[in-house]
Nanobody, 121 residues
């Protein structure tokens, strides 16, 4: 079973950037599709970005297209989310997750503990 730990969250001003990182242990990340999700207070959790096992395919929520970039380094067992041009509505707890499904994953079975991102206006 894989364990996931996120880092890199924090407080940033509107228009700023952050880079979230997800480190895995227990199993190699290369066998999982990976995703970043977020949940804001009072809202449901939503998918932000996903990446296939080899990194060739990615999928982004419309709200973050052109601003966020997901990447992975299977040799280092890490996944990253680069977030640019941040907006107050990006404020949320961000979670890294792993899926055993093929492609971009449908069911995400393994989750990190989350990291808080706060964007001030």
């Amino acid at each position: 079973q894989v364990q996931l730990i996120e880092s890199g969250g924090g407080l940033v001003q509107t228009g700023g950037s952050l880079r979230l990182s997800c480190a895995a242990s227990g199993r190699t990340l290369s066998i999982y599709a990976m995703g970043w999700f977020r949940q804001a207070p009072g809202k449901e959790r939503e998918s932000v970005a996903r990446i296939s096992r080899g990194g060739r395919s990615t999928l982004y929520a419309d709200s973050v297209k052109g601003r966020f970039t997901i990447s992975r380094d299977n040799a280092k067992n890490t996944v990253a989310l680069r977030m640019n041009s941040l907006k107050p509505e990006d404020t949320a707890v961000y979670y890294c997750a792993a899926s055993e499904d093929l492609g971009l994953g449908r069911n995400y079975n393994y989750w990190g503990q989350g990291t808080q991102v706060t964007v001030s206006s």
